[in-house]
């Protein structure tokens, strides 16, 4: 890569700040098999838990619409170090599960404000032909965090579980430094709405809503492809109840087990290719590029299906650890395409409303997708889940790649 000055200095702090959230993404990765194994979650609580990731998204919109209005990014970071963050070493005076799920509840809301202020740092700070291959680099230092620290609490945990609550004061003041130093990131915005009026609650609640109407609106393309993406969420979070389940109490795997199979070959992936997926996605329309990913992510469900059939044998925790290694290969693209899309989409237009509306629409899903998981698992069992995200990665996939066709004609 060829940068200038302002993208060297920019691509150092991202990778510093990456380094040390990488201790918080290895909590996203773990946080349901910890609470299924240490704190003896139910099937039902382990939905709602799986379900704070998305439904926190749905603050997205409202924090892209401060963001629009700020010429600043450095005091949001700031306050998702010290309140969304922080917090997380209370975990030590966890004891059970919903004080567990209201300290995971303000680690995810702020977190959906990370993203659509990452965004604003990359389409500004970023040549376009630059973005996806940096972004890639930045995933990849991110995944070795994961992959050292998921090894090691997996070993530590095994040893005596109750080392969870030490897990999360590690990730409480990791992702609190990681924040702190994305906040010292300069970026000069050139546009952003003027506040050039008393903002009434009414008004804060209902504007960032019709904002994203507007640009759902607006940009046709870009809600053709928030609609396929929004199928692979559906597919994607379907599993979410099913996975824990699967794993530790159908295949009864220990922590190393889960913590290898979920926090360390799924991230090999990610590791080796993120660079070589952004550099692709640097050259290639979002929609042919997310036709291919989500075509190959069936290929994850569908050995996950194939080892359901052989639980009883002594190979089985080999096909589940190949499975979430193709899911870590495919997952090297679908993250990048989730992560900067929208940059494409918006084009010279503020990227900030643009990721946070795709954010958002991850919560929107967020609402029943899990708990049309649960459904499935609790009916027609885990096998039904598996086909079922199956269908719907293929059907993303199908319509992403008539999206590709129609803009290429």
């Given amino acids: 890569m060829k940068l200038d000055r302002l993208e060297k200095q920019t691509f150092f702090l991202l990778l510093l700040g990456a380094f040390f959230n990488g201790f918080v993404i290895s909590s996203f990765l773990m946080y349901d098999v910890i609470a299924k194994k240490a704190l003896h979650a139910l099937d039902w609580q382990i939905t709602i838990l799986v379900m704070l990731w998305p439904v926190s998204n749905l603050f997205s919109i409202w924090w892209g619409k401060v963001l629009e209005h700020s010429r600043s990014l450095s005091k949001f970071f700031v306050l998702t170090a010290i309140i969304g963050r922080l917090p997380l070493v209370l975990m030590l005076f966890v004891t059970n599960f919903f004080q567990y799920l209201i300290l995971l509840l303000l680690l995810f809301s702020f977190n959906a404000l990370v993203s659509p202020a990452q965004n604003t740092i990359y389409q500004i700070n970023f040549k376009p032909k630059n973005r996806g291959e940096v972004f890639g680099y ?46 010292t990131i300069k970026v000069k915005k050139k546009r952003y709405f003027e506040v050039k009026e008393t903002i009434v609650l009414k008004k804060l609640l209902w504007k960032p809503v019709v904002r994203t109407i507007e640009v759902m609106k607006k940009n046709k393309n870009f809600a053709i492809f928030e609609r396929n993406f929004f199928i692979y969420g559906v597919g994607f979070m379907v599993l979410l109840p099913a996975i824990p389940k699967y794993l530790v109490e159908i295949l009864q795997m220990d922590y190393t087990q889960n913590f290898l199979a979920k926090g360390i070959i799924s991230q090999i992936g990610i590791l080796f290719l993120a660079p070589l997926a952004g550099k692709i996605f640097d050259r290639q329309h979002p929609a042919l590029f997310t036709f291919m990913a989500f075509g190959l992510l069936g290929l994850y469900p569908g050995i996950l299906l194939i080892s359901s059939f052989f639980i009883n ?11 979430f290694l193709v899911f870590g290969i495919v997952m090297s693209a679908i993250f990048i395409s989730w992560s900067i899309s929208s940059i494409y989409f918006a084009g010279d237009e503020d990227v900030s409303m643009y990721q946070s509306v795709h954010v958002t629409l991850t919560g929107l899903r967020g609402l029943f997708a899990p708990f049309l998981g649960y459904l499935i698992l609790k009916t027609l069992g885990v096998q039904a889940v598996f086909v079922c995200a199956i269908l719907l990665f293929c059907t993303a996939s199908f319509l992403s790649y008539r999206q590709y066709i129609s803009k290429k004609n």
């Fill in 313 to 323: 044998s002594g190979f089985v925790n080999y096909i589940v650890y190949f499975a």
């Fill in 138 to 183: 930045v995933a990849s230092l991110v995944t070795v965090t994961i992959l050292c620290f998921n090894f090691l609490g997996g070993k530590l945990l095994d040893i005596n579980e109750n080392l969870f609550r030490h897990f999360y004061v590690i990730v409480g003041i990791f992702g609190c430094y990681s924040a702190l130093i994305m906040a």
